[in-house]
T-cell receptor
Framework: GQSLEQPSEVTAVEGAIVQINCTYQ??????LSWYQQHDGGAPTFLSY????GLEETGRFSSFLSRSDSYGYLLLQELQMKDSASYFC?????????????FGTGTRLLVSP | DTAVSQTPKYLVTQMGNDKSIKCEQN?????MYWYKQDSKKFLKIMFS???????INETVPNRFSPKSPDKAHLNLHINSLELGDSAVYFC????????????FGPGTRLTVL
């Protein structure tokens, strides 16, 4: 089987930096994705790490350590619109096919 | 232009009824999915189709029957609806099988009374 763990909720103020951690246990691991979902909306892709290290895309960065089965999403210069749920998802192979398995999500609340 | 669209957006129905949800993608992707998101926002894959062929069926009750008439369409029919089927159902697509970047439709909120 597989498991992913994320904090259930994180709070921060506008302009701050926040890190959302994700630890996983799975076989057939390819990489780690991050998705953002606003209330009432659809999940939208943010980033993907297949290799160890940091990937930066604007205010968002994502990190992966395969040896530690750990990754994080770093959000800088927080804005109110960043209030949303953030999901890590492992890309893995299972019964011969690749799929994404999502974590339980972290609700980020950004206050003024 | 909407990339992945679903209809209907909301579905309210009685236990025991049969209902369908339709999904279409105009991205030219080969792979489509159905996900279920429960009240705790847990997002779980149900089915995956690659080039109209079913490749993933995640131990979903056989009351759920997906159908892919072509690469751009994936429908979900649910028989004998139960209270526990209440959830948001998302269709998604990706260029290939199990890609890390998937494009989600707006979701269908199903409420079973």
């Amino acid at each position: 089987g597989q498991s992913l763990e994320q904090p259930s909720e994180v709070t921060a103020v506008e302009g701050a930096i926040v890190q959302i951690n994700c630890t996983y246990q799975t076989s057939g691991f390819y990489g780690l994705s991050w998705y953002q979902q606003h209330d009432g909306g659809a999940p939208t892709f943010l980033s993907y790490n297949a290799l160890d290290g940091l990937e930066e895309t604007g205010r968002f960065s994502s990190f992966l350590s395969r040896s530690d089965s750990y990754g994080y999403l770093l959000l800088q210069e927080l804005q109110m619109k960043d209030s949303a749920s953030y999901f890590c998802a492992v890309k893995m192979r299972d019964t011969g096919f690749q799929k994404l398995v999502f974590g339980t999500g972290t609700r980020l609340l950004v206050s003024p | 232009d909407t990339a992945v669209s679903q209809t209907p957006k909301y579905l309210v129905t009685q236990m025991g009824n049969d209902k369908s949800i339709k999904c279409e993608q105009n991205l030219g992707h080969d792979t489509m999915y159905w996900y279920k998101q429960d009240s705790k926002k847990f997002l779980k894959i149900m089915f995956s189709y690659n080039n109209k062929e079913l490749i993933i069926n995640e131990t979903v009750p056989n009351r759920f029957s997906p159908k892919s008439p072509d690469k751009a369409h994936l429908n979900l029919h649910i028989n004998s609806l139960e209270l526990g089927d209440s959830a948001v159902y998302f269709c998604a697509s990706s260029q290939g099988e199990g890609e890390a970047e998937q494009f989600f439709g707006p979701g269908t909120r199903l409420t079973v009374l």
